[in-house]
């Protein structure tokens, strides 16, 4: 969340000021952890997609609902670092043999709008999932959004850190990422 007033992307050493009961669990959390061990690593991330068993992720949700011709409206103020599942998991274990503690941000490499992650996203599909129509997919205001709890508008991850710590590791694009996904294809299906 907010970070003392300040607009992210956010480095590990900025100020937290979650704004919403989940931003504020997950910070307990962290702090839980690194209390209970201080040579432990916590990973914050966010926007995380890719293949999954229960394909719930918006990659999903965006591609099932466009290729079933429903329209879609995401928020095109919400700014973040959507970041690949896998590449997550191999910087996990990169920071792990690396012997890192602390906290550690692993986020995308692009700086997006959720409404341009949509569409870099059916851009990145179209070639290989027929039949999804991107005119329906819309931009709308967070406040007029639906959603329940408060979100960030100006979020978003540094990676200096974890980059220093890791060197080699770099996330892929979306573009690159759904390549990836395409010619990797585990979990559900997408579309489906």
Do not use: C
């Amino acid at each position: 969340g907010g970070a003392g007033g300040k607009v992210g992307p956010y480095s590990e050493g900025d100020t937290v000021s979650p704004l919403n009961v989940y931003g504020a669990s997950k910070l307990a959390g962290e702090t839980a952890v690194l209390k209970a061990d201080p040579t432990a690593i916590v990973i914050r991330t966010n926007v995380v997609y890719g293949p999954e068993a229960a394909g719930k992720n918006f990659v999903y949700q965006l591609a099932r609902k466009l290729k079933a011709g429903e329209a879609i409206s995401v928020p095109s103020d919400q700014v973040n670092t959507p970041t690949y599942n896998r590449d997550l998991a191999d910087a996990t274990r990169r920071l792990v043999e690396a012997g890192a503690a602390g906290i550690f941000n692993v986020g995308g490499s692009d700086v997006l709008g959720r409404l341009a992650f949509g569409q870099r996203v059916v851009q990145a599909l179209s070639p290989a999932l027929a039949g999804l129509n991107g005119s329906l997919l819309t931009g709308v205001a967070t406040s007029n959004a639906g959603q329940a709890a408060l979100r960030p508008l100006a979020s978003g991850l540094t990676l200096d850190k974890t980059l220093a710590a890791i060197p080699g590791w770099k996330p892929r694009s979306v573009e690159e990422a759904i390549q990836h996904w395409m010619d990797n294809p585990r979990g559900k299906p997408l579309g489906e």
